[in-house]
């Protein structure tokens, strides 16, 4: 994998008049479900009270290990399998299941359990960041900004998300056949985009086009750890 240096990789133009929007850090949540899963709707549900929560960067990915039994996941995606998979692996778990959701890249439960959330959500939130993340949006580009005090003891993944904050589906087959669900924060797009050595600060430019929100992570090798991470809507 390529690395990051602490150099812009193309022109940063401030024009005058333009806004740029800045970014909230926050505890990442990841939730792998699936349409053709019963046991995933009140995950959903539990993951959707999320959204508005400070602090909190829910991010919902969809598998395709499910489309067999008879509803193909309008949203899922055999790269969201192999990210649940790798983790897994990194862990020295045997299996992968829906709905689970793992907080910060570290901590494991069963989506629907909400108080188990909670309370994995709330430690998180009480550990001092590693690394100031800021991400800026100017119209199809993103600027990444990022610095670590003291250096950070081993090299980061720096990765880019895309989500599309709602949409309703009527399912039409499978276990969840004749239900209307609403999902939240679906991840539609997920690029690594290099390593960053966590010594000099990082600065690099990415593109983003469109307006769907950006939510950069830095994390461990792993996966692993999520040792920063900010949303930019």
């Given at each position: 994998m390529r690395?990051?240096?602490?150099?812009?990789?193309?022109?940063?133009?401030?024009?005058?008049?333009?806004?740029?929007?800045?970014s909230q850090t926050g505890v990442v949540v990841e939730l792998y479900t699936s349409q053709g899963c019963s046991s995933c709707?009140?995950?959903?549900?539990?993951?959707?009270?999320?959204?508005?929560?400070?602090?909190?960067?829910?991010?919902?990915?969809?598998?395709?290990?499910?489309?067999?039994?008879?509803?193909?996941?309008?949203?899922?995606?055999?790269?969201?399998?192999?990210?649940?998979?790798a983790y897994a692996r990194a862990s020295g778990e045997r299996m992968i299941y829906t709905p689970q959701m793992i907080i910060s890249g570290q901590e494991r439960i069963v989506g629907s359990e909400a108080q188990e959330l909670a309370t994995a959500i709330a430690r998180q939130l009480a550990v001092q960041p590693a690394v100031k993340l800021t991400i800026e949006r100017m119209g199809d580009r993103v600027m990444i900004r990022a610095?670590?005090?003291?250096?950070?003891?081993?090299?980061?993944?720096?990765?880019?998300?895309?989500?599309?904050?709602?949409?309703?589906?009527?399912?039409?087959?499978?276990?969840?056949q004749g239900q209307i669900v609403t999902y939240s924060n679906i991840v539609t797009d997920w690029q690594r985009l290099g390593e960053w050595p966590g010594?000099?600060?990082?600065?690099?430019e990415a593109e983003a086009p469109g307006p769907s929100p950006v939510v950069v992570i830095l994390q461990n090798q792993g996966p692993s750890n999520i040792v920063a991470a900010a949303s930019l809507k």
């Open positions: 690395q990051i240096v602490s150099a812009a990789c193309g022109l940063w133009l401030c024009q005058a008049g333009q806004v740029v929007a800045q709707p009140p995950a959903d549900q539990v993951f959707e009270q999320l959204v508005n929560q400070p602090g909190v960067i829910p991010l919902a990915l969809h598998v395709d290990y499910w489309d067999y039994i008879g509803w193909q996941d309008t949203f899922g995606n055999a790269r969201f399998t192999d990210r649940q998979k610095a670590a005090n003291p250096p950070l003891p081993q090299a980061v993944v720096v990765q880019l998300v895309r989500y599309q904050p709602q949409q309703t589906v009527e399912i039409e087959g499978g276990e969840n010594k000099a600060p990082l600065e690099v």
